[in-house]
């Protein structure tokens, strides 16, 4: 009796391992869509290579027309679950189920090397300041290999940027430096508190004609809306809020998360438009 008891006890937990095993090979499994693929590229600018994600409209292939294109940073996190830090933007999903026309190119961020290549300016504590390099490969290298190898429309009208936080920041100061590349952008939770120049740009910049759509929530930071607050308060001095431009949207009870950059998603692509 005791042999068999070993024996049933084994086999639960081989069954029971078994179980565990699986579960783990589900949650690894990806969740990207079928119109999601991927490639590395050189990054002189930078010196390294960059893995890009790309997403393409689901009826891509179907047509001859050029589309829109959308940058994003962090891209580990915009697809797939399986590559996520804290929970993708399912932008994939949230694409298809609108039919949207527009190409979105996802750049991976460098893992430790993230803030300084999502930065324009150093912070004391922090470091960081590389996003010029980082800005420049977008510009000077993923564009033009992104506009040979898709059907892509070109004019500054037709290129947005958007990210969250440290992406945020930097989606903002592209506009600002490359308006000619970048005329739109979408800036959630910008983190303008890593570095006061970025007020002093916008207070020195002349006229700034990029459409702009700010996200936040109000429970992220003690700073996060008083910072976005004052940001757009330099944007309406520097041209007239009349020209609706810019968009506001602070979210009650929104937190410093891919939750709230996720479900502000298409209401700002829609605002900034395509």
């Known amino acids: 009796m005791k042999n068999k008891d070993q024996t049933v ?79 993708e933007w399912n932008v994939d999903e949230k694409l298809d189920s609108i039919n949207a026309q527009i190409i979105v190119i996802g750049i991976e961020h460098g893992n430790e090397k993230r803030i300084d290549e999502l930065t324009p300016y150093k912070n004391e504590k922090y470091g960081g300041g590389n996003a010029d390099a980082y800005l420049k490969f977008i510009v000077e290298t993923l564009k033009p290999k992104v506009d040979s190898t898709y059907r892509t429309k070109t004019k ?21 430096k490359y308006p000619k590349v970048f005329g739109k952008a979408g800036v959630f939770s910008p983190s303008f508190w890593f570095s006061k120049d970025i007020y ?51 979210v009650k009870g929104g937190q410093h998360n891919e939750k709230l950059w996720r479900d502000g998603f298409i209401k700002a692509l829609l605002w900034l438009g395509y």
Not at 214 to 222: K, Q
């Open 200 to 250: 002093s740009l916008t207070e020195n910049s002349k006229k700034i004609n990029s459409k702009i759509y700010f996200l936040c929530g109000d429970n992220e930071s003690e700073e996060m809306v008083s910072d976005l607050n004052r940001m757009e308060y330099l944007l309406n001095t520097n041209r007239c809020y009349c020209l609706h431009l810019n968009e506001k949207k602070i």
């Open 9 to 87: 006890i084994q086999q639960f937990n081989l069954l029971f391992l078994f179980f565990l095993t699986s579960i783990g090979l589900l949650a690894q499994q990806s969740t990207a869509t079928k119109q999601v693929s991927t490639f590395t590229i050189n990054a002189s600018q930078l010196n390294t290579t960059k893995k890009i994600w790309v997403y393409l409209p689901k009826d891509y292939y179907d047509t001859n027309k050029k589309f829109s294109v959308l940058y994003m940073h962090d891209a580990q996190n915009l697809f797939d679950s399986k590559t996520s830090y804290a929970g």
């Open 156 to 176: 500054s009208r037709n290129t947005i940027i958007m990210g969250s936080s440290l992406g945020g920041l930097t989606s903002y100061y592209a506009v600002l």
